[in-house]
């Protein structure tokens, strides 16, 4: 069984740009949270969606934002991209929802912003 | 801001030896988890410890769990090359809008000498 698949591997935009990152969850998965891991530092939470609902968000501006369509995938978009974007963009599945517990991460989207 | 913090920041063992890692987090959790990562790719769960367990065992991983003090520990015994990677203590809980987050740690790198 496949596991998180995420596309593109690796992407380098410029600033003003606009991206679109997609994930797509273990088969039978529901939710699909995305996360931000600047180099150096841990995950940071971005959004949980669970049956194409947003379940959470994290402490990020107005230009990420996400969906889930109905086969579970999702997408992130992110607006007017800034030099600070730059980063490795991590997309999990689970079961259920985020508080079920063991998160399935993909091998993430490494982000360039020049 | 990160709620986990992970002691130290980077170890080096030789092959053979054990290996301790600290988490220490700031709010009341639901559970806490400990994720590895390879290489900037993606994380790999570990181990689950509930709010309500004091301990748990996985093959040559050993979490314990001090709620009191706000505090976790993940132990790898008789560590090995492969499990040269960054490890990173995860706390489930719901932030103060409500919305449930995986909030991780800045990591610990581990370097397993042969």
């Known amino acids: 069984d496949a596991g998180v698949t995420q596309s593109p591997t690796h992407l380098i935009k410029t600033r003003g740009q606009h991206v679109t990152l997609r994930c797509s969850p273990i088969?039978?998965?529901?939710?699909v949270s995305w996360y931000q891991q600047v180099l150096g530092q841990g995950p940071q939470f971005i959004f949980q969606?669970?049956?194409?609902?947003?379940?959470g968000r994290g402490n990020f501006p107005d230009r990420f934002s996400a969906r889930q369509f109905p086969n579970y995938s999702s997408e992130l978009n992110v607006n007017a991209l800034l030099l600070g974007d730059s980063a490795l963009y991590l997309c999990?599945?689970?079961?259920?929802?985020?508080?079920?517990?063991?998160?399935?991460f993909g091998p993430g989207t490494r982000l360039t912003v020049l | 801001s990160q709620q986990g913090e992970e002691d130290p920041q980077a170890l080096s063992i030789q092959e053979g030896e054990n290996a301790t890692m600290n988490c220490s987090y700031k709010t009341s959790i639901n559970n806490l988890q400990w994720y590895r990562q390879n290489s900037g790719r993606g994380l790999v769960h570990l181990i689950l410890?509930?709010?309500?367990?004091r301990e748990k065992h996985s093959g040559r991983l050993r979490v314990t769990l001090d709620t009191s003090k706000k505090s976790s520990s993940l132990l790898i015994t008789a560590s090995r090359a492969a499990d040269t990677a960054s490890y990173f203590c995860a706390t489930g809980g719901y932030s103060g809008a409500g919305s449930y987050q995986l909030t991780f740690g800045k990591g610990t790198k581990l370097s397993v000498i042969p």
């Open positions: 969606y669970y049956e194409k609902e947003e379940r």
């Open positions: 410890i509930r709010s309500n367990e």
């Open positions: 088969s039978g998965h529901k939710s």
């Open positions: 999990a599945s689970s079961l259920e929802g985020l508080a079920s517990g063991e998160q399935f």
